[in-house]
């Protein structure tokens, strides 16, 4: 058996994985793990290695001598056939099918653990994963048409964007209904007088901590005037603000204190680090009354300084809610007084050394519970903190507790419960807000594998715990002092199989005389919007809780819930699903609908395709301009390519259904999804979420750039490249580098040049005009300082051409490379 050298630290095994290939069988990918003892003990038998991974492996396919084994979700079990020892250097090569393909470093898997025969579990973190170089690595099937990101790509891609003279280039992101600037500017300073009524004591405090940034200045500089008042605009929205900047005065008037506190935002935009600001008019309102962003933290937890951090970002520009996922399959994140199982359970993740229950490791978050960023909750104060932070800055925090599906933490911890207080002899106890039936024996795998994440909707105790939930939840909105108008119930991708083997469930539906589970599911839906509404709250759920199944038209508008109480976010749009349109359907049979597409509005989703881009991709490979470039009421104008990169059907226009004037009406708005998967702290957040949040900002806010207007697709087509190319000058000159200007800067993503070869030169080009592109020749790293790219850069041969994009604190993009090949 092959040896490598031993390794320092107390890690006992070295493991590394590589795909072998996507292309063996349909939709099935091999490949390979290398284990190696590097210890200098030997590892008795009967040890195990734990490891999630989001694709699910084959049991019947592993190398001889190995089982693997799937547990639950999306952990597996590895361990040998044979009883011998593990020798010191000892190395195995296991080979193993899954399901799908794999092509990025998020199709590996993560976290693995060895648990010895003796019960200790040890940490050996993500394994070393080969690079992704061939075809067979690169691409996921047949069928996939799209190529690999690659510089030479990029480069063709950018080549229709020039930086533009700041002329050109707007000054507030996102871009106002009118602006009109002159010459000459006024000046503000630390303590400059600001005059208001006692309703813009909120705005003028958060004003006063903006200009005590500033330089100090003479007396007399300007001073700042807060109003709320009738602002020079059609319409009724009270977000709408005039921003007025004269040489001796601002005037900020808007419609209420939102709009007072919009015309803020703008202003922030506008002043200069010396105090200046541009002498101008700016009137402005939102297209959209509801423009969203969705943290989930239940698959991995955010700190409470980091959701600060992102509500902030959202108020920069103009997003008015948070859709916060508090809780899911894999974690549930808060403190319920009367029920402290769903967190001391549901909120911990691990292999816990003193036996007490938790959840099991999850998208690599490891074996030791305190350690995992899968551990953590929001106690009440947090909760109570982030309410009020939100609303200082006019953003309304809807919380989401998904279920009947995506259950399984509060599952989980109700049982643990109900064991608990049967234990000790209080059978009733432990009913009383029991969430599964003991006797169920249906069969189910849902989206990311749990055999046991769905509630048992036929038993009271479940309208018992949504209830105790929701008025513990309404308790802390009023402690805080802010209204609570929806609760997200979530109930979305429940599985198939759920509840056919519940006698639980049987008797419901016998006792009720109904024929289908969707009867049964209906009923939950109606409940659970009965209690909502028994506590003075609207009801919220994903698309499929406004949906019912037609026999022969599949999954249609359900006419039972249809109202203004009623609000779908619709998510599942993926080109090809044959659900492209279910927004406009639902919107049309009278559902308030909240556009959440995936395939434009998830940031969970990688850049691009490419395998060190880190996200999912199940719908396509999600850009900023994809964010920017979506038209919200007619979705298909710029759409071209399906996740496989293959042209959309030309027939699918003809088969969905357009908006109607009414429906219209309907659409609330735009919510970008930040799903937790792969969020595994705070950088990664901002990675994943700006700028595509910012385009998704502006897209919500910004009137209607009409683009669906024009039928002709080539001068549609370079519409939006003209707008594309004004809006990443705006991104890349000047609010990135506001991002890099915040107390804590952001950590976003910086596009990797487009590069290639021509008569010898290496030509450069970055999706974002503006940013600095730096590079070498020498095969060395290029740094902030090194040359700055202005021009093509001719190569002599053998030269090794390295080049990144960089922002304003030296960060940089992934770094691309080109070689001109020797003599």
């Known amino acids: 058996m092959p040896t490598l050298p031993p390794t320092p630290g107390a890690v006992p095994v070295a493991v590394s994985w590589e795909c072998l290939t996507n292309t063996a069988r349909d939709e099935i990918f091999r490949s390979r793990l290398v284990l190696a003892n590097v210890s200098a003990q030997s590892i008795a038998p009967g040890w195990a290695l734990y490891f999630n991974t989001c694709r699910k492996a084959l049991a019947a396919s592993v190398s001889p001598g ?36 794999a092509i990025s470093i998020t ?66 992101t996102p871009q106002p209904r009118f602006v009109r600037f002159g010459g000459g500017c006024c000046r503000l300073a630390p303590g400059a007088p600001i005059v208001h009524g006692p309703l813009l004591a909120n705005e003028a405090a958060l004003l006063s901590a903006m200009l005590a940034a500033l330089p100090d200045g003479p007396p007399g500089e300007a001073g700042v005037e807060l109003q709320v008042g009738r602002v020079t605009l059609e319409g009724e929205s009270e977000e709408a603000y005039e921003l007025e900047i004269t040489a001796r005065k601002v005037r900020v008037c808007g419609r209420s204190a ?187 795998e849902s989206v990311q594998l ?105 999954m249609r508008p359900n006419p039972r819930f249809a109202g203004k109480d009623f609000h779908a976010y619709v998510w599942n749009n993926a080109w090809g699903s044959g659900q492209e349109d279910c927004a406009y359907r639902l919107a049309n049979a009278g559902y308030r609908v909240v556009l959440a597409n995936a395939a434009n509005l998830y940031f969970d989703l990688a850049y691009a395709k490419h395998p060190e881009e880190p996200g999912y991709y199940w719908a396509g490979f999600v850009e900023t301009r994809h964010a920017f470039s979506f038209c919200p009421l007619d979705a298909l104008a710029s759409a071209d390519l399906d996740p496989m990169g293959r042209p959309l059907d030309p027939g699918l ?35 994943l979420a700006l700028p595509r949040m910012i385009a998704l900002a502006e897209r919500a806010w910004s009137p209607d750039p009409g683009w669906q207007r024009i039928v002709d697709k080539d001068a549609r087509t370079a519409a939006i490249e003209a707008d594309w190319n004004e809006f990443a000058n705006r991104l890349a000159r000047r609010e990135l580098p506001r991002l890099d200007r915040a107390p804590t800067p952001y950590g976003y993503r910086l596009p990797p040049p487009g590069v290639c070869l021509h008569d010898g030169a290496a030509h450069a080009n970055v999706a974002l005009p503006g940013l600095a592109l730096h590079y070498t020749v020498d095969g060395s790293e290029p740094l902030a300082g090194g040359p700055r790219y202005v021009a093509p850069v001719p190569l002599a041969r053998g030269a090794v051409f390295r080049i990144a994009s960089f922002d304003t604190r030296g960060r940089r993009s992934r770094i691309v490379s080109l070689t001109l090949d020797p003599p």
């Open 66 to 101: 190995f089982a693997i084994e799937h547990i639950n979700g999306d952990l597996f079990r590895l361990s040998m056939t044979v009883a011998e020892p593990w020798l010191p250097q000892q190395r195995y090569r296991i080979d193993y099918d899954s399901l799908h393909w």
């Open 107 to 172: 199709d590996a898997p993560l976290g693995f653990y060895l648990v010895t025969a003796d019960g200790r579990a040890i940490d050996l973190g993500d394994p070393r994963i080969a690079p992704f170089v061939r075809e067979e690595q690169r691409r996921r099937a047949g069928f996939d048409l799209l190529p690999t990101e690659d510089a030479a790509r990029r480069y063709l891609r950018n080549a229709g964007l020039r930086e533009l003279p700041e002329s050109e280039t707007g000054r507030i």
């Open 258 to 444: 939102h709009g007072v506190f919009n015309g803020l935002q703008s202003l922030a935009q506008l002043l200069e680090a010396d105090g200046s600001l541009p002498l101008g008019t700016v009137l402005d309102a939102p297209r959209f009354s509801y423009r969203g962003m969705m943290l989930d933290v239940a698959r991995h937890f955010a700190p409470v300084g980091t959701v600060l951090r992102l509500l902030d970002c959202m108020a920069a520009y103009k997003l008015n809610r948070f859709h916060f996922h508090l809780t899911d399959d894999e974690g549930w994140r808060l403190d319920i007084a009367a029920l402290p199982e769903l967190t001391d359970i549901g909120a911990r993740r691990g292999v816990a050394a003193d036996g007490a229950p938790c959840l099991p490791p999850s998208f690599g978050s490891g074996a030791s519970v305190e350690a995992s960023a899968g551990t953590g909750n929001y106690s009440a104060h947090d909760f109570i903190a982030i309410l009020r932070y939100a609303h200082a800055r006019h953003i309304e925090v809807i919380p989401e507790f998904n279920m009947p599906g995506h259950a399984r933490a509060a599952v989980v911890a109700m049982r643990a419960r109900y064991e608990r207080l049967r234990a000790a002899g209080d059978l009733r106890g432990a009913l009383e807000y029991l969430l599964s039936d003991p006797d169920d024996r249906s069969e189910y």
């Open 450 to 554: 749990w055999q046991d994440n769905v509630i048992c909707i036929a038993l009271p105790s479940v309208d018992r715990f949504i209830d105790t939930v929701v008025e513990e939840v309404c308790s802390l909105y009023r402690e805080a002092g802010v209204p609570l108008r929806a609760i997200h119930t979530g109930g979305d991708e429940v599985p198939a199989g759920a509840w056919l083997g519940s006698p639980a469930c049987s008797a419901k539906m016998h006792e009720q005389g109904w024929t289908r589970v969707a009867q049964l599911h209906g009923d939950f839906v109606a409940r659970c919007r009965a209690i909502l509404a028994r506590h003075g709250v609207e009801f919220a759920g994903w698309e499929e809780t406004a949906l019912v199944e037609m026999e022969g038209e599949g």
């Open 653 to 687: 226009r003809a088969a969905m259904q357009p908006l109607d004037a009414a429906g219209r009406e309907r659409v609330a708005g735009l919510q970008g999804q930040l799903w937790g998967e792969n969020a595994r702290d705070a950088a990664r957040i901002d990675y």
